[in-house]
């Protein structure tokens, strides 16, 4: 059973860092696609940011400068390191994996696995 499990979330002032991280099991995302997404109340779920099996990385324009996606495929892991957190940050952060091998995508509806979610709340 694949699994995917998110760590990381908090309550942080505006300004702050916080590092999200997903630990997979039951199979090896090496050569796929993985992703982290957010969603705040009444909006929907959307991409901050996506890595491809190389290495290669794509960012929602918002966090750009401010958030950097990194991948350890040893240890079948994704981050996300979260620098000079805005209020309008705060969400609940899911990390998502691709099934099929190739780059990443930025839709939701392209990502097969999901985490539960991990809280992140920034406070003025």
């Known amino acids: 059973q694949v699994q995917l499990v998110e760590s990381g979330g908090g309550l942080v002032q505006a300004g702050g860092s916080l590092r999200l991280s997903c630990v997979a099991s039951g199979r090896t995302f090496s050569r796929n696609a993985m992703g982290w997404f957010r969603q705040a109340p009444g909006k929907q779920r959307d991409m901050v940011a996506a890595?491809?099996?190389?290495?290669?990385?794509n960012y929602l324009d918002s966090v750009k400068g401010r958030f950097i996606i990194s991948r350890d495929n040893a240890k079948n892991t994704v981050y996300l390191q979260m620098n000079s957190l805005k209020n309008e940050d705060t969400a609940v952060y899911y990390c998502?994996?691709?099934?099929?091998?190739?780059?990443?995508?930025?839709?939701?509806?392209?990502?097969?696995?999901w985490g539960q979610g991990t809280q992140v709340t920034v406070s003025s």
């Open positions: 890595i491809s099996s190389g290495g290669r990385t």
């Open positions: 998502a994996a691709r099934s099929r091998v190739g780059s990443y995508q930025t839709s939701a509806s392209a990502y097969d696995y």
